[in-house]
């Protein structure tokens, strides 16, 4: 075997590899931007049935398994920042994916090259 080819072998072997852990790492981004998006509807549905309630109705706090007494302003106000964080972290994470995908593509015309090159 010549040097040329074990150096092609080795090369088409760097790029499989970083193939798949780059798709193993967009289906973890993807699962996460699927968890943030429902946390976040979630966060915005709460905070709406809540500012459709009297000022004076009693609202509580989960804390573990207990329930504790909660001012609606500052419910609303904790349900306000958890919207505002998950919005920030949908957008790393798509920024995140946006980056992976592109190297899964580079990686992949890469395969193809070398596939294509070899006789």
Known sequence: MS???????????????RLIENTRQLNTVK???QLKGREKRL????????????KD????????????RADIRDLTNELSNRV?????????LDKSRKYLERNIDESSNGLREIVGARP
């Open 31 to 33: 699962s996460q931007i």
């Open 84 to 92: 505002s964080k998950t919005e920030t972290d949908l957008t790393t």
């Open 43 to 54: 966060a915005e549905l709460t905070k709406r049935e809540l500012t459709s309630l009297d």
């Open 3 to 17: 040097l040329p080819d074990e150096a092609l072998r080795k090369v088409l072997f760097e790029l499989q590899n």
């Open 57 to 68: 109705t009693r609202t509580y706090k989960s804390v573990g398994k207990a329930f504790i």
